[in-house]
Antibody, heavy 121, light 113 residues
Framework: QVQLQQSGPGLVKPSQTLTLTCAIS??????????WNWIRQSPSRGLEWLGR?????????EYAVSLKSRITINPDTTKNQFSLQLTSVTPEDTAVYYC???????????WGQGTLVTVSS | DIVMTQSPDSLAVSLGERASINCKSS????????????LAWYQQKPGQPPKLLIY???TRESGVPDRFSGSGSGTDFTLTISSLQAEDVAVYYC?????????FGPGTKVDIK
């Protein structure tokens, strides 16, 4: 079955760039039916979809408008994984970050294990 | 953006009793082309990611006990646990997947009375 394994630092300083990676097993980041998402969860914002990357003869990205100037989601076909970069972070970006797959339709299954990222000096 | 709301914020139900959670969307998530409601439900236990329970508003994911059921259409939906078990203590979220940005409800916490 499909499994997602997240990695990345749990502490990021304000104004720096948050980078997380999600390694995929049991599926391909280049799948023509799947989309690869980042979602975060915090007490103040709840569950918030951040964006996704997917391949349909070429690569596409979609991002939440509120983050569009700061977010990049990139596939890595050589390692079968995808990454999240969020620039210029502030304490408001403190959250548990999840990666998740959509397959053919846009419900999320499975999810990664989650990474608590704290933005603090 | 489609705003999702849920009620109640929390509820406590005796073991074996019924629990019902409501979810409302700010606009219809019924797609006219296929008559499907683009609405999913998730269960989240402490320290775990959300787990998909139901999609298309009423289709149970494989392996989900049949005490979980979903109903509703358009803008109003309900998740029902017909006979609450101890392992059902969790927070439950609805999510619309009709349009980006995909949006979630704020969650309903279910506890044992």
């Amino acid at each position: 079955q499909v499994q997602l394994q997240q990695s990345g630092p749990g502490l990021v300083k304000p104004s720096q760039t948050l980078t997380l990676t999600c390694a995929i097993s049991g599926d391909s980041v280049s799948s023509n039916t799947a989309a690869w998402n980042w979602i975060r969860q915090s007490p103040s914002r709840g569950l918030e979809w951040l964006g996704r990357t997917y391949y349909r003869s070429k690569w596409y990205n979609e991002y939440a408008v509120s983050l569009k100037s700061r977010i990049t989601i990139n596939p890595d076909t050589t390692k079968n994984q995808f990454s999240l970069q969020l620039t210029s972070v502030t304490p408001e970006d403190t959250a548990v970050y999840y990666c998740a797959r959509c397959d053919r339709q846009n419900w999320f299954d499975p999810w990664g294990q989650g990474t608590l990222v704290t933005v603090s000096s | 953006d489609i705003v999702m709301t849920q009620s109640p914020d929390s509820l406590a139900v005796s073991l074996g009793e019924r629990a019902s959670i409501n979810c409302k969307s700010s606009q219809s998530v019924l797609h006219s082309s296929n008559n499907n409601n683009y609405l999913a439900w998730y269960q989240q236990k402490p320290g775990q990611p959300p787990k998909l329970l139901i999609y298309w508003a009423s289709t149970r994911e494989s392996g989900v006990p049949d005490r979980f059921s979903g109903s509703g259409s358009g803008t109003d939906f309900t998740l029902t646990i017909s006979s609450l078990q101890a392992e059902d203590v969790a927070v439950y979220y609805c999510q619309q997947y009709l349009n980006t940005p995909f949006t979630f409800g704020p969650g309903t916490k279910v506890d044992i009375k």
